[in-house]
């Protein structure tokens, strides 16, 4: 199976700043990388398919990039509403495996 | 609105079984493929099944294998979990998720509010 590694863990940033979060696979999996924003006692929500298309509704200061095994999630200018966790997913095999989130805090 | 409904979830002994059902309203649902995905009590989330839009092909991932089984009724715009030998490491909020496809790529874009299945004596 393809494990999927989030870093960090969690990070402390304040409003306005620019954050990049990183996702790295275990072996090449070309764009098929995913990354969902989940805020406590919510299901998740899709933001970024196929690395770098932004989904339908999703504000563009969100952006990914990446191919092969290093993938990254920026968010531009930080807002209140973006304090969540954020998982990728691969979608490259039909065993579809999720990172361990990456927890963003307000500083 | 595009919704996925879980129910079925509830309290169950180890070694029990439990059904999931997922309903699915304002989209054509015989058109997706669907999954479940599950979220342990303040861990991330684990992908646990799929099944194609026309059952044809499913897959598990290998710590629920030969004990759920996922299946649907597109007559009933409907999605199914049958959980048995259930163990204290199922315990979990289990969603179910469509999968949407653009091109080559697809992701999870409609989720459920999710289903907890707590499993303890």
């Known amino acids: 199976d393809i494990q999927m590694t989030q870093s960090p863990s969690s990070l402390s940033a304040s409003v306005g700043d620019r954050v990049t979060l990183t996702c790295r696979a275990s072996q090449s999996i070309s764009s098929y990388l995913n990354w969902y924003q989940q805020k406590p006692g919510n299901a998740p929500k899709l933001l970024i398919y196929?690395?770098?298309s932004l989904h339908s509704g999703v504000p563009s200061r969100f952006s990914g990039s990446g191919s092969g095994t290093d993938f990254t999630l920026t968010i531009s200018t930080l807002q209140p509403e973006d304090f969540a966790t954020y998982y990728c997913q691969q979608s490259y095999t039909t065993l579809r495996t999720f990172g361990g989130g990456t927890k963003v805090e307000i500083k | 609105e595009v919704q996925l409904v879980e129910s079925g979830g509830g309290l169950v002994q180890p070694g029990g079984s439990l059904r999931l059902s997922c309903s699915a309203s304002a989209f054509t649902f015989s058109g997706y493929s669907m999954n479940w995905v599950r979220q342990a009590p303040g861990k991330g989330l684990e992908w646990v099944s799929y099944i194609s839009s026309s059952s044809s092909s499913i897959y598990y991932t290998d710590s629920v294998k030969g004990r759920f089984t996922i299946s649907r009724d597109n007559g009933k715009s409907s999605l199914y979990l049958q959980m048995n030998s259930l163990r204290a490491d199922d315990t979990a909020v289990y969603y179910c998720?469509?999968?949407?496809?653009?091109?080559?790529?697809?992701?999870?874009?409609?989720w459920g509010q999710g289903t907890m299945v707590t499993v303890s004596s």
């Open positions: 998720a469509r999968e949407m496809v653009i091109g080559f790529q697809d992701g999870f874009d409609i």
């Open positions: 196929g690395a770098s």
